[in-house]
């Protein structure tokens, strides 16, 4: 069973960067598409970001040029590098994990049957 752990969220001001992490443990996360969601108080969680088995990556139009997926499948790690953050990034993160994904695109939640419990970002001066 894939289990995932995010780790680097944290408090910033605006404009800065932060990199979250995604560890993957009890299988191997190459055969996976990662997605990353975030949710803000009082709002639906949203898909941000997605990296297929194959590579294609995708970007929610707001973080677009701003926020860059990537995956290190020798170390079983899936990583969201968020730079000139907003206070609107504020939410908690999530990544996610599913090997029948069609197209991770479309950040259907239902498609990605493992998740990670959650790092929160805050972006406020």
């Known amino acids: 069973q894939l289990q995932l752990v995010e780790s680097g969220g944290g408090l910033v001001q605006p404009g800065e960067s932060l990199r979250l992490s995604c560890a993957a443990s009890g299988d191997t996360l190459d055969t996976y598409a990662i997605g990353w969601f975030r949710q803000a108080p009082g709002k639906e969680r949203e898909g941000v970001s997605c990296?297929?088995?194959?590579?294609?990556?995708n970007y929610k139009a707001s973080v677009k040029g701003r926020f860059t997926i990537s995956r290190d499948n020798a170390k079983n790690t899936a990583f969201l590098q968020m730079n000139s953050l907003k206070p609107e990034d504020t939410a908690v993160y999530y990544c996610a994990a599913g090997d029948t994904v069609v197209f991770c695109g479309d950040y259907d939640v239902r498609e990605y049957d493992n998740w990670g419990q959650g790092t929160q970002v805050t972006v406020s001066s």
């Open positions: 990296i297929s088995k194959g590579g294609y990556t």
